[in-house]
């Protein structure tokens, strides 16, 4: 049961376009830092045992965070959202010195975190086969994040406990803001993974990134790649029967259509402005969106709109002083 659960990351952990770019670690700006887990674990038969010791690459990234509070979008109108952020920033004493992601590029998870900062930060790219960069800690799924050196894990009490820090009179109990995020981690994500590597050409199209991301020798990236796909491709036909799917596009398609409809005709579910459920539900969707499930996904259903609208608002801060 561990392996399959740790199994599970993979689909969720490989399948991100992460807008994200290399230089070197610059002095972090103040800003809301959140992250979120994807657990992983491949059959030991997949394993590359070699004992590389090629050390990992590090590199900054700058992510761009944009600050929604549940209780400000009932009165968006006249507490500008604008205003709502320089309140935050003013009364934000969490300037951390130095931040780390250890992440996979594709991790749906791992990508979410990309929407709750305005911060650079270190990302360490973990292989996905041997998972070597994160040996020194006891806690084996990603992300894993270190703020100072302090260890920060599982995904939705990363951002609820960061989110404090940054706004201490956040309301995290919000019944409807709370009830969809709960909705993106009990529901969603298992739609996923059978969607990801529902083929074999699927599947592989979802490990490309590691072709190209990580400090990996070609012997790794073949193994994490074509192993790794082999793996997620079997791994997804449990996880369909597990979580009783029958139809695959049709179970993501009934989840795109039951967000949609959770907007009731706003925007964003927080109104004027995104909330953390709508960053979560976008964070797991952004690694899909140019794959061909996240193409389907988005031709057969109406949650486009919404996705580009999401693109805009977290996109532009994400991108700010990014350079590639």
Not at 241 to 252: S, Y
Not at 309 to 314: D, I, N, S, T, Y
Request: hydrophobic share 35%; with cysteine.
């Amino acid at each position: 049961m561990r392996g399959l659960n740790g199994a599970i990351s993979i689909a969720r952990a490989l399948r991100v376009n992460s807008t994200a770019a290399s230089t070197f670690l610059r002095h972090p700006r103040p800003a809301p830092y959140a992250a979120t887990y994807c657990s992983y674990s491949i059959p030991q038969n997949l394993v590359d045992r070699s004992d590389l010791s090629t050390p990992p690459i590090v590199r900054s990234d700058v992510i761009g965070f944009r600050y929604y509070s549940s209780a400000a979008t009932a009165a968006a109108t006249s507490t500008p959202q604008q205003d709502l952020k320089t309140r935050g920033a003013e009364q934000n004493s969490f300037n951390p010195k130095e931040v780390v992601l250890f992440q996979y590029e594709a991790c749906p998870f791992c990508n979410k975190v990309k929407d709750y900062h305005g911060i650079e930060y270190k990302v360490v790219e973990v292989n996905p086969m041997n998972k070597k960069e994160i040996k020194w800690s006891d806690y084996k799924k990603v992300p894993i994040v270190t703020v100072d050196g302090e260890q920060l894990v599982d995904s939705s009490d990363i951002i609820d406990k960061l989110i404090k820090r940054i706004h201490p009179d956040y309301d995290l109990n919000a019944d409807e803001e709370k009830k969809w995020r709960e909705w993106v981690d009990n529901h969603l994500v298992h739609v996923l993974s059978p969607n990801i590597y529902r083929t074999v050409s699927e599947a592989l199209e979802s490990f490309d990134y590691i072709t190209t991301k990580g400090n990996f020798s070609l012997y790794e990236r073949l193994v994490a790649k074509y192993g790794g796909a082999a793996a997620m491709y079997f791994v997804s036909k449990k996880l369909k029967k597990r979580h009783n799917i029958t139809d695959e596009r049709a179970a993501l398609y009934g989840a795109a259509e039951q967000w949609v409809d959770a907007l009731k005709g706003r925007k964003f579910l927080g109104d004027l402005q995104p909330n953390l459920a709508d960053l979560a539900v976008f964070g797991v969707l952004r690694p899909i969106r140019h794959l061909k499930s996240g193409r389907d996904m988005v031709e057969h259903t109406r949650i486009g709109n919404w996705f580009s609208e999401m693109e805009h608002a977290v996109g532009q801060s994400s991108r700010m002083n990014e350079h590639n």
